[in-house]
């Protein structure tokens, strides 16, 4: 894949969290124009002002992170609760409402979002970060169901396992017990690249993945398989 992107401008929030970095890099060397935003999204007015920074946009990459809780279930209060969910999932309407008008003005446009896996099997300890996370997967579901007609095409990529540096810095790598459950849990049996990862954002993002709407796309090393 080659210049998949050329002549597109690209708005990646969060930008230097997750899965900003690579998807800078590799967008950029698509040929995209990328206009970074390393704002945390979590006050009301942050979309809205991110989106008016960036001007016209061809691409919304929303590409949200936040350092997911361990708590128990019956032992998470409403704060946790909360503030997840102003982290994950409140932007992400907001961030539409703001960038998909002047998509419609022009006839077309995608929206990505960089989700988690964690929403497709359960996971001890998780519940308040895969709640959140499952409704961003909702969202992109129904709004790309919404959308699609007016050429919009918006989609969802759910990951784990996939090398970043919020969630798999390098001191989670070199620990043995990670990769004993690496290779335990993972049919791949090592990470997926972060730069395999960005590869495939970037083809959602180009004009020859027009024919998906609404889709749910694991990237896991086949760890939801299992």
Not at 11 to 34: D, H, K, R, S, Y
């Amino acid at each position: 894949m080659q210049n998949a992107l050329t002549g597109k401008r690209v708005l990646i929030t969060q930008a230097n969290e997750f899965m900003g970095p690579m998807l800078c890099e590799v967008f950029a060397e698509q040929g995209a124009q990328v206009l970074r935003s390393e704002l945390m999204l979590s006050d009301p007015a942050a979309a809205q002002a991110v989106v008016a920074q960036a001007g016209d946009i061809d691409v919304l990459v929303a590409n949200l992170a936040i350092v997911a809780p361990s708590t128990p279930a019956l032992d998470v209060d409403e704060l946790e609760w909360r503030e997840v969910f102003a982290a994950l999932v409140d932007p992400l309407p907001r961030l539409v409402q703001a960038a998909v008008p002047g998509m419609l003005s022009r006839g077309r446009g995608k929206v990505l979002v960089m989700g988690s896996a964690s929403a497709l099997r359960g996971m001890k300890r998780a519940s308040t970060y895969s709640a959140a996370r499952g409704a961003q997967l909702a969202y992109v579901q129904a709004l790309g169901v919404e959308l699609a007609p007016s050429h919009i095409q918006v989609n969802a990529i759910a990951q784990n396992f996939v090398d970043n540096p919020t969630y798999f810095p390098p001191s989670v790598q070199a620990n043995p017990r990670f990769q004993e459950r690496l290779a335990r849990e993972v049919p791949l049996g090592r990470l997926v690249g972060a730069r395999e990862d960005a590869l495939f954002a970037a083809y959602l993002c180009s004009d020859a993945a027009d024919c998906f709407v609404g889709q749910v796309f694991p990237v896991c090393g086949g760890w939801v398989a299992r």
